[in-house]
Every structure is written in structure tokens, then in C-alpha cells.
């Protein structure tokens, strides 16, 4: 962990909400510690059919064969990527708060005309109606200010454009991943009895009600569609430790808990692998 990830982790394991700019500065420090961290995760988890996550969104939003999209908080560019090689005519755009994960996302697309910025969600620096589709791949569960970011998306989308964004979900039976999270989670407790676990963004983004209700509010009058999908690999001891030190909060503890936490992840794999499955909600919605 950094110093910059401090106060933000001081503030969580104590019991004490976090401010918004703690929020920010907190993944701002952690995606400069390791940038690119989501899609090294991400691609290595398949659908039943075989698709990434990327892969669903980017289908999503090429099938609506849209003259120009904006991925909002892009990281290392992976779903524009996806969009480039399904819609090559399209004018991209990405903006990302870390300048770690843009200068990936530059080089990946050089040559491309993508338009990249270093931009907030809740403030994009593109007029009113600029993109046919907006697209976001596990973000708007991490904006603390999700209503403005909303109200952004539906400012900059055309009319009759398409929004789709990917969320994770809480999965509807318990699985190795979720029973594992538990385990660390009650091991940190044990050091910091007030821990809260879930401290970053909104949790109405967890429950269909909730999306569609802050949808309303940003502006949005037509039905979102949810399609609700599990990926899963099966991970070996090493590649289930890089996935669980790669996510916000696990991955920003002192040597010693970090330490006590590796050894739980090594002992869940059983044969030399460990069943890794997320369970993700794509929610689309026209303007
Ligand atoms: C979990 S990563 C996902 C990155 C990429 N979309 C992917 O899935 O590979 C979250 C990304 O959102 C960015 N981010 C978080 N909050 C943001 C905000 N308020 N405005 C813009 N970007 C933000 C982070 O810097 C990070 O790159």
C-alpha cells in the first residue's frame, strides 16, 4: 500500500465513511499502483459461450452500429479495443481519472484516432448529444457521485443512443469466490473489529430497482434491460492471489494482514485450482 491509499484505508477500517475525495484519491492511487490490473483479471474469465465481459459489452453497443462512443473510466483501453475491431468506422473516446491507465490505453490505441482524456465522470469535457453510444465496463459501482456522472452520460448521449454499462452483482447462491471474500473479510475484522467492507460508490447500483431508479433520476424515461451473466476461469495459486491482491481494499493492507490473507487464498485452492466466477450485470438503456 501507498501513502496515498492511506487515509481512504485508515478511514475503512475503523468504521468511518470515507469523503468522496478520499474516495477518489484512494483509486486514483491504487490503479497508479497497478495499472492495468482489471483487464489482466477480466480477460482471463470466460462466459459459458466464451466471451469476455468486454466482449458482451463491445457486442452490445456494436450492434446499434453507433457513428461514435465514449467508454467512460476506459483504464487500459481494453474495451475500446473490442469496440475498434467491431465497429471500425466508429469515432472512439475514453476519458479515465488515472493517468497510468490512459497512457495504456494511448499506447494500445495508437493509430486508431481514439480520442483519450484525462476526464472525471461527473464532469466530461464533450458537448451536449456527441456520442450515439456510451459504454462503461465496471465503473459506475466506484463514482461517488453516481447522479451527476448519470446526468453526464444522458447530457452527452444523442437522442434515440444507447447507454450500456457493466456492473458486478451480488451472486444469488453462495461460490468459492464469495465464500473466500468472506473468510478475508472476517480475518481483517479480527484486527479491525468496526471494518465496513463495502465503502466505495453507491450501493443502489447493487439491485435492479436501485439502477433503474437513478436512471430516472439522471434523466432517462425509457425501460432499462438487464442481462444478468456469470464469468469464470479456473485459477491456479498464483493467478487467484494476483486476482484478489488486484482488487480495491484486499489489496491495500499492511505486510503482515497481506501477508495472513495470502496464506487463506493458498489454502482455498484445492488440486491445484480454484473455481474463479463473478457475477456481472449488463444494463442498457436508449436515450
Ligand atoms: C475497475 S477499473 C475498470 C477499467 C476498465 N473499464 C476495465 O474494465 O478494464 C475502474 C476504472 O475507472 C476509473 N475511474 C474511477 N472513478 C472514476 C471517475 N469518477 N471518473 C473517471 N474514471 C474513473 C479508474 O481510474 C479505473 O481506470
Known amino acids: 500500500m501507498t501513502v496515498r491509499e492511506q487515509s481512504f484505508m485508515d478511514a475503512i ?10 474516495c477518489i484519491a484512494y483509486l486514483n492511487a491504487f490503479h497508479h499502483r497497478m495499472p492495468g490490473i482489471t483487464s489482466e483479471v477480466m480477460l482471463g474469465l470466460r462466459t459459458a459461450e466464451g466471451r469476455t465481459s468486454y466482449e458482451v459489452v463491445a457486442d452490445r453497443i456494436a450492434a446499434t452500429e453507433p457513428a461514435g462512443v465514449l467508454d467512460i473510466g476506459c483504464g487500459d483501453g481494453e474495451l475500446l479495443v473490442a469496440l475498434k475491431w467491431r465497429s471500425p468506422r466508429a469515432a472512439l473516446a475514453g476519458i479515465d481519472l488515472s493517468a497510468e491507465e490512459l497512457a495504456l490505453a494511448t499506447t494500445r490505441l ?3 484516432g481514439a480520442d ?3 476526464a472525471s465522470a461527473a464532469a466530461l469535457p464533450f458537448p451536449d448529444e456527441a456520442f450515439a453510444a456510451v459504454a ?3 465503473v459506475f459501482m466506484l463514482i461517488p457521485q453516481v447522479e451527476s456522472a448519470l446526468r453526464e452520460v444522458y447530457r452527452v448521449l444523442a437522442p434515440g443512443g444507447t447507454f450500456a454499462f457493466l456492473l458486478p452483482r451480488p451472486p444469488k447462491h453462495s461460490t468459492h469466490l464469495s465464500d473466500l471474500l468472506g473468510k478475508l473479510t472476517r480475518k481483517i475484522a479480527i484486527r479491525y473489529p468496526e471494518f465496513t467492507p ?3 460508490g453507491n450501493r443502489a447500483l447493487f439491485e435492479r430497482f436501485g439502477i433503474a431508479d437513478l436512471l430516472v433520476s439522471a434523466g432517462f424515461t425509457a425501460l432499462p434491460s438487464f442481462d444478468d451473466f456469470e464469468v469464470s476461469a479456473a485459477f491456479d495459486a498464483e493467478s487467484l ?3 484478489i491482491s488486484g482488487r480495491y481494499v484486499l489489496g491495500s493492507l499492511d505486510e503482515e494482514l497481506t501477508s495472513e490473507l495470502r496464506n487463506i487464498v493458498f489454502s482455498a485452492v484445492a488440486n491445484g485450482e480454484f473455481e ?3 457475477s456481472l450485470r449488463l444494463v442498457a ?3
Not at 15 to 20: I, K, L, S
Open 198 to 200: 463495502f465503502s466505495i
Open 241 to 243: 492471489w494476483r486476482a
Open 110 to 112: 495508437a493509430g486508431s
Open 136 to 138: 462503461a465496463h465496471l
Open 285 to 287: 438503456i436508449l436515450r
Open 13 to 22: 477500517l475503523h468504521g468511518v465513511t470515507p469523503t468522496n475525495e478520499q
Open 276 to 278: 474463479y466466477r463473478e
Open 116 to 118: 483519450l482524456r484525462i
